[in-house]
């Protein structure tokens, strides 16, 4: 049968160069159209991982972002917010001058700026400026109150981080933000057992928060509540297989549990993927000594030594080590000793802050003894406090800048603490 | 060639082997996403909390017969009674970091149990009663004044003191051992306006003895330096010689090193030998410590050199003191031991040798807290009793209600009757000796614990510092106190300083707290007998 419709026959080769040239502008115009979308999206989710309090994952989405669009002033800015989030200050003022640059809003980016000097403790609650905004936070309030309490924290005021943390919980009732930093204010105070309750109540708030879940197993470990730490520390893991800390955790519990090998094989994980986890060299020295290794402790516990020659137990662990094999020990047994009443005295000095927040002799003691007995790095935050109370305190200017020439940190005369009159 | 059924087949196969793709890559998002929200499912499955998941269940409780085996390795089995609720999980974990793991004492005993045993029936917190004491002040009158040391870099911390006339003039000076600023002290009381000089520098001096130890007339010191400040296991402790010279200075020799923490020395000639030997009570702290003799081995006329002979390896040794236990005319040697074993340890001399130990007094528990042991005839009957104190808040930094003073009267020959005399939060020393002149001993205690912890737990006004015990009658004892509100007095000690007949009253300051005080502070507070 003849076909009663006539078929116009289109050449098969211009058929598909057109089809391809119609799919070419298509993707070509869903580019141009959709890339502000996709960039708007990226940061959408980069908001979002910021309010889970995930920083890393907001950085990655707005990596993503930023190769959409090198030139978006919101994205800048949001990666300021991440990288300050994540306590990286200087690409945090980067991130913000480039958005400065890009035309961003300078309201926000004023508030981020003080944001920034805030959570560094380099803003006083009473600052003028901080506090107009404290006053009327609006949709800002958990940022102010977590850079003021960080700020709070970081230049030892612990006073006015609780008074902010009671504030926050007051505002924000179903937050785990200010139990989290109530947990770890009184972990500055070394109250583990109560830390730990504040910790729960934030996890219990946000079971999903594995940062929350850290700290709380960390308190529980300083409170000797190993089972429960071991318990937690095991599930953090899940998630975050590689972190050394976190496995350092773990080993702790299972060598107070009486898990000794497997707690050796732990920290022995801990350094191939951190080689200068001091700790864990002293956990692993301390066992080794312990089962008649005096050798192998050495061996571990030589380059912490070498790195970390203030920290009295390492020292201590060498000396017995060195004591064992019959090699000289008695410089590392005197520093031990020494360091040991350092951090005694300190103790009690950091008790008379809390009375005295503003006294600035006390924290100079502090920083003082802690660049030589303690941990320099603990040291020279204390100093800062010094010079955040009173800019020109010289001894603390003097002793910050010896520091960081490596000189040597102040004579015993001058690391004599403060004393009451009596 | 390719037929229609062919080109059929193959699409299909396609189609399924992208669904596959697809499902493959579903299902492992899903496992990640199950995987990376573990935590809170187990949340929001568990009636337990979140981070509980290990405690289910809880530990396996342990039995009294198990309690009683692991604690017996080392120590009484304490009471629960003998600490709060709060201060078990410490207690019981130090235990096991001490050495209950690598001793196999533990064995399938789980610490959490044995934790739970105590927190369970642990009161909340110690009662603290009021020191039930008299009034009045008896017959005594007493002033006080204060020595200091004007060129003190730091506050001192009295561990010792001596009135002795160690420089052979007609009064006795009173020796000071300083263990933060690592001083001998040395000052004459008699002279209202004097104060302390240092005659030595020795790191830690814990205690002294004065002696003539090389026979040439002139006093010496033996110090025992502890070689810190605080307690830790190390190896720079020493037993150290001050010599005293043709002009009244003093030498210092080292007789051992390389000891840890020393707390006590006492020479005697423990094997008859007409030397003077040393028993060294080296306290240690966990790992460490031991007594032992150090024998004087030198020729006749030749300087005394020492060699070392054990005696009990067993750490904690705080107080050491010599005399005829058994009364076969050899020293013996009394040794007051804290730590776990808490007691009073008689080793008998054996010309020269100890092979055995009698038990003279064993407290009931390891959290006793012992502080002092003074060697001393307080009934009169010319026999050494043994004054003891228990008040050391050191481990723990808390007053307990069984702080307090005992007397061991000696019935016999190591025949002890126990009197507890008085309780006393913090009391670290007691002597004895008449001090109202009614020819009866009294007794004296000072007291020690940190100003911010005795806050938290007793009204620090009301704190008694130092007691009088007043012996009114044989065997009777009137509680007075001559001091309150001021507890750093790590020691005292009492005689007669101006030789008017009645005893005084020495009282050596010193605060765990360095920042507490001014490095001005009152090193010695005299109270000053004005017995008619």
């Known amino acids: 049968m003849a076909s009663a419709v006539k078929t116009v026959l289109i050449p098969r080769r211009l058929l598909l160069g057109v089809s391809l040239g119609i799919v070419s502008l ?35 989405r707005l990596d993503l972002a930023e190769s959409l669009n090198p030139k978006s002033g919101a994205t800048q800015f949001w990666m300021a917010r991440a990288h300050r989030r994540l306590g990286q200050m200087d690409r945090a003022h980067e991130r913000l001058a480039r958005a400065s640059r890009l035309g961003y809003p300078a309201e926000a980016l004023d508030l981020e700026a003080m944001l920034a000097l805030a ?5 006083p609650l009473s600052d003028p400026r901080l506090l107009a905004r404290m006053m009327n936070p609006g949709d800002d309030a958990p940022e102010l109150y977590e850079a003021a309490v960080q700020g709070s924290l970081r ?11 009671d504030a926050w919980e007051g505002d924000q009732a179903d937050s785990p933000q200010p139990h989290m930093y109530r947990g770890l204010v009184l972990s500055h105070q070394g109250a583990w057992p109560e830390a730990a309750d504040s910790f729960g109540r934030a996890l219990a708030l946000a079971p999903w928060r594995n940062d929350v879940r850290l700290h709380l197993a960390r308190a529980l470990r300083e409170s000797r509540d190993y089972r429960r730490a071991l318990g937690l520390y095991r599930q953090y893991l899940v998630g975050e297989a590689d972190d050394p800390d976190a496995l350092f955790g773990l080993g702790m519990c299972l060598d107070s549990l009486g898990k000794s ?17 001091d700790e864990a060299r002293l956990a692993i020295g301390k066992l080794d000594s312990t089962h008649g290794r005096a050798a192998e402790a050495i061996a571990w516990l030589e380059p912490a030594v070498a790195r970390s020659p203030h920290e009295q137990d390492l020292r201590l662990a060498y000396a017995w080590a060195l004591q064992i094999v019959g090699r000289p020990a008695r410089e590392h047994f005197e520093f031990a000793a020494r360091a040991q009443a350092a951090s005694a005295t300190v103790k009690h000095l950091v008790r008379r802050v809390v009375d005295n927040p503003r006294d600035v002799e006390l924290r100079y003691a502090i920083g003082a003894m802690l660049l030589q007995y303690g941990r320099p790095q603990e040291g020279v935050v204390w100093l800062e406090s010094v010079l955040q109370i009173q800019p020109d305190h010289q001894r603390a200017r003097d002793a910050l800048a010896a520091h960081e020439a490596g000189r040597a940190v102040p004579k015993r005369d001058a690391l004599a603490p403060p004393r009451t009159a009596h | 060639m390719t037929t229609t059924a062919d080109s059929s087949r193959n699409f299909r196969r396609i189609a399924a082997s992208v669904v596959v793709v697809i499902l493959i890559i579903l299902v492992t998002s899903a496992f990640r996403v199950s995987a990376s929200r573990l935590p809170v499912e187990l949340s929001a499955g568990s009636r337990t909390p979140p981070w509980d998941s290990e405690a289910a269940g809880g530990p396996k409780p342990v039995t009294a017969a198990e309690l009683a085996q692991v604690c017996s390795h080392c120590h009484l089995q304490p009471q629960p009674d003998v600490l709060p609720k709060d201060r078990w999980s410490d207690t019981i974990w130090k ?12 064995g399938n005993t789980d610490p959490e149990a044995v934790l739970d045993w105590y927190r369970r029936q642990a009161p909340d917190r110690l009662d603290l009663p009021p020191i039930a004491t008299d009034a009045g002040q008896g017959s005594l009158r007493l002033t006080r004044r204060e020595i200091f040391w ?17 420089l052979g003039d007609r009064r006795p000076e009173l020796v000071v051992s300083d263990m933060r600023n690592g001083a001998i002290l040395l000052g004459r009381p008699g002279d209202p306006e004097s104060s302390l000089e240092s005659i030595a520098q020795i790191p830690h001096p814990a205690q002294m003895r004065a002696v003539d130890l090389d026979a040439d007339g002139r006093m010496d010191l033996v110090v025992a330096n502890l070689g810190s400040f605080l307690a830790m296991d190390h190896k720079l402790g020493s037993v150290e010689w001050l010599r005293q010279t043709d002009d009244g200075r003093f030498e210092r020799i080292t007789l051992a090193d390389g000891l840890s923490r020393v707390s006590d020395i006492q020479p005697a000639d423990i094997d008859g030998d007409g030397r003077l030997d040393i028993v060294v009570a080296e306290f240690g702290y966990h790992s460490t410590g031991r007594l032992f003799v150090l024998e004087n081995r030198a020729a006749p006329g030749e300087p ?21 236990l058994d009364e076969d005319g050899l020293p013996d040697i009394v040794a007051l031991f804290s730590q776990e074993l808490e007691s009073v340890r008689g080793y008998l001399n054996q010309g020269g040798r100890f092979v055995e130990f009698r038990e003279l007094y064993r407290a009931p528990h390891p959290a006793w807290g012992s502080s002092g042991m003074q060697l001393v005839d307080v009934d009169g009957d010319a026999r050494l009793d043994i004054l003891l104190t228990n008040g050391d808040t050191y481990d723990d930094s808390l007053l307990k209600p069984y702080h307090g003073i005992r007397w061991l009267q000696q019935r016999g020959p190591m025949d002890y009757e126990v009197h507890d005399l008085t309780r006393m939060y913090g009391v670290f020393h007691a002597e004895a000796a008449d001090i109202d002149g009614n020819g009866l001993a009294d007794i004296v205690a000072c007291s020690m614990a940190e100003e911010d912890n005795v806050e938290g737990q007793v009204d620090l006004d009301q704190f008694v510092s130092v007691l009088w015990l007043d012996q009114v009658a044989p065997g009777r004892f009137v509680p007075r106190v001559i001091e309150q509100s001021a507890c750093h007095h790590p020691t005292l000690l009492l005689g007669d300083y101006d030789d008017d007949g009645d005893n005084d009253l020495f009282v050596g300051n010193g605060r765990f707290d360095e920042t507490a005080a001014s490095a001005r502070a009152s090193v010695v507070t005299v109270w000053e007998n004005q017995a008619d």
């Open chain 1, 26 to 60: 298509g993707i070509v115009a869903a580019g141009v159209l959709l890339r502000p979308g996709l960039v708007e999206y990226r940061i959408w989710q980069a908001r979002r991982a910021l309010a889970r309090h995930d920083a890393r994952t907001a950085l990655s």
């Open chain 1, 119 to 123: 959570q560094a403790g380099r803003m």
């Open chain 1, 155 to 165: 230049s030892f005021r612990l006073d006015d981080a609780r008074s902010l943390l």
């Open chain 1, 261 to 277: 090998q497997e707690a050796r094989e732990t920290y022995v994980r801990v350094l191939t993927l951190k080689p200068d986890h």
């Open chain 2, 95 to 106: 235990m096991v970091q001490i050495g209950g793991r690598s001793w196999n004492i533990w």
């Open chain 2, 150 to 166: 004007p060129d003190a870099p730091a506050p001192p911390f009295v561990a010792s003191m001596l009135l002795i006339n160690v």
């Open chain 2, 304 to 324: 005394p050199t020492f060699t070392p002979r054990d005696i009990d390896g067993h750490h904690g040794a705080s107080h050491v003191a010599t005399t005829d």
